[in-house]
């Protein structure tokens, strides 16, 4: 019989890395031309309005408020729990710990967000030396972003891609545990918690001091203080998924 | 010989439904071992308990000596590849050895490469695309590329047509004797399969009802074909796993008969047929199923 020993638990996590990368275009290629996708048809539409102003001056802000990134960003939630709903049967179905399979797709989550925060920082950077794109568009540091240095962007993108990805983990397991009654429940959840945060600062009065602590804080003061609803997200995710069973 | 696999009063229940009922059983290193039974009687719920993938209600499997939950050290050196097996509908058939050689430390690329020339896989293709004999024929590449030391296949050849499966028996063979290890096979096709097998263990209804040698098995069992009367004395007080008559011919399905009672169902003018693994697998489960009925 052939013998060898247990593969190192950085092993383990790589290999469950490499099962998710197994076909680049699920995690890396497709969500990279629907961010550029997303970018395009933005450009089209600033030179639609530019056509459609003619000689007429546009307001120097124009084209600053922008959600196509944040759309960007909220479309990483899904890829996260399509990623985790399609890979665990498959994975854990073959013979690896759930261990194992959420340590692994815990680090390719992380090495996404910071391979798309860091990108989409530097694509900021080049807006501004393009002057947005020759037009003043603002898309990838849109509004308040436009002043942060690159750097903070790419902290700040980063941080909020984790978030948001390990939030889609949560649900990605919930969904893996409990089917789409469970997936329901979940963001139903959130959806009531976030109703019930929102009442108790309403009973409490706290809206003027939570805005004026908010108002106080930068933009990176802000992204590092959402590291714990993170926390909180991965380890119930891990939790959800421990006593999940892989389907067929 | 070692144990590979140990349950010991193994259960799991689904609220009410008992899928799997105390059972107990072990596998040997090195060897062939059929899990054999009708559509729901527990065999994939058992493999699943093996690995880890399903947790017991009551009991315990031990499998390398140790609890598969969970456990790393016995999950790397496993391999379970199923009929239902769930494929993520972006990958093709080449994502899937591509993964499956970064899952398994013994994965042999050469001999996947072969296997999938001979079994005809379009690699380019879609899982979810493919045939149900296609992506049978990349679950059985899996299994056999994987080298592992437990191997487990769950009806690997759903849909492969005749020479798909003639071809998976010869390589199982050839290639378990080049690289000895322990398989558990789940299947339908009893006799097919059955010049395989070194060991078979029947589950019926969640319960083991046969666990034995293959070898000893096929030697057990015979059909006495004869006067009515002549096959009623004789089956008196024996095994009896099934009857049939027609007219004033009877003939019954026995397990355990010596020498000396052979040469006597002889004189008492009966005729002995041997019975195949699947007939009397049928005949076992069958009976069960009549007995509850009755």
């Known amino acids: 019989m052939t013998t060898y020993a247990v593969p190192t638990m950085g092993r383990r996590v790589a290999t469950t890395m490499r099962v998710h990368l197994s076909n680049p275009w699920t995690l890396l290629f497709t969500p990279a031309l629907v961010t550029l996708g997303v970018f395009g048809l933005n450009f089209a539409i600033w030179h639609v309005v530019l056509f459609a102003a003619g000689d007429k001056p546009l307001e120097p802000d124009a084209f600053d408020y922008n959600g196509g990134a944040t759309w960007v960003m909220f479309y990483f939630v899904v890829i996260a729990v399509q990623a985790m709903n399609q890979t665990f049967s498959f994975t854990v179905g ?17 090495m996404l967000a910071v391979t798309f925060g860091v990108g989409m920082a530097l694509l900021a950077g080049l807006e501004r030396l393009t002057d947005g794109w020759g037009i003043e568009g603002r898309f990838f540091a849109p509004a308040v972003f436009a002043s942060l240095p690159v750097w903070q962007l790419a902290i700040i993108y980063t941080l909020a891609l984790a978030l948001l990805m390990f939030v889609g983990a949560a649900g990605g397991a919930t969904f893996v545990r409990w089917g789409s009654t469970g997936l329901i429940v979940f963001f139903g959840s959130i959806a009531a918690l976030a109703i019930a945060l929102s009442f108790v600062i309403t009973w409490g009065g706290w809206w003027q001091s939570l805005g004026d602590f908010l108002a106080g804080r930068t933009a990176l003061e802000l992204a590092v203080m959402t590291l714990p609803i993170m926390v909180v997200a991965a380890a119930g995710g891990f939790a959800l998924l421990r006593r999940a069973t892989p389907r067929g | 010989m070692t144990a590979v696999i140990e349950a010991k009063g193994l259960t799991r229940h689904y609220g009410k439904v008992e899928a799997v009922e105390d059972v107990s059983f072990s596998v040997q290193e090195n060897s062939i071992c059929g899990l054999l039974g009708r559509n729901g009687a527990g065999k994939t719920t058992v493999m699943r308990l093996i690995t880890g993938q399903e947790f017991a209600s009551l009991g315990e499997v031990h499998v390398f000596g140790e609890r598969p939950v969970e456990n790393a050290a016995v999950l790397t050196r496993t391999c379970f590849v199923r009929e239902s097996q769930v494929y993520p509908d972006s990958f093709r058939g080449k994502h899937v050895l591509r993964a499956a050689a970064h899952l398994f430390p013994n994965w042999d690329a050469d001999y996947a490469a072969r296997l999938v020339e001979e079994f005809r896989v379009p690699l380019g293709r879609r899982m979810k695309k493919m045939s149900r004999g296609q992506r049978s024929a990349v679950g059985v590449i899996v299994g056999l590329a994987a080298r592992a030391e437990l191997t487990l296949l769950d009806e690997p050849y759903a849909g492969l047509d005749a020479v798909a499966r003639e071809l998976f028996y010869d ?46 098995l096929r030697g057990t ?3 006495l074909v004869g006067a009515h009367a002549a096959v009623e004395r004789f089956a008196a007080g024996k095994d009896v796993l099934g009857w049939e008559g027609i007219g004033g011919i009877a003939s019954v399905t026995l397990t355990g008969l010596s020498d000396a009672e052979r040469a006597d169902a002889t004189a008492a003018g009966l005729e002995i047929a041997p019975v195949s693994l699947q007939q009397l697998i049928v005949s076992r489960t069958r009976n069960t199923a009549q007995e509850v009925h009755s």
């Open chain 1, 94 to 110: 073959l013979g690896s710990t759930r261990r194992d399979y959420y340590l692994g797709t815990s680090a390719t989550f992380v």
């Open chain 2, 171 to 216: 390589h199982l063979l050839a290639d378990y004797s080049a690289n000895p290890r322990t398989i558990i096979l789940s299947t339908h096709l009893i006799d097919e399969a059955a010049r395989l097998l070194d060991h078979v263990i029947v589950v019926d209804r969640g319960r083991v009802i046969i666990d034995a040698d293959a070898d000893s």
């Open chain 2, 221 to 223: 069992a015979v059909t």
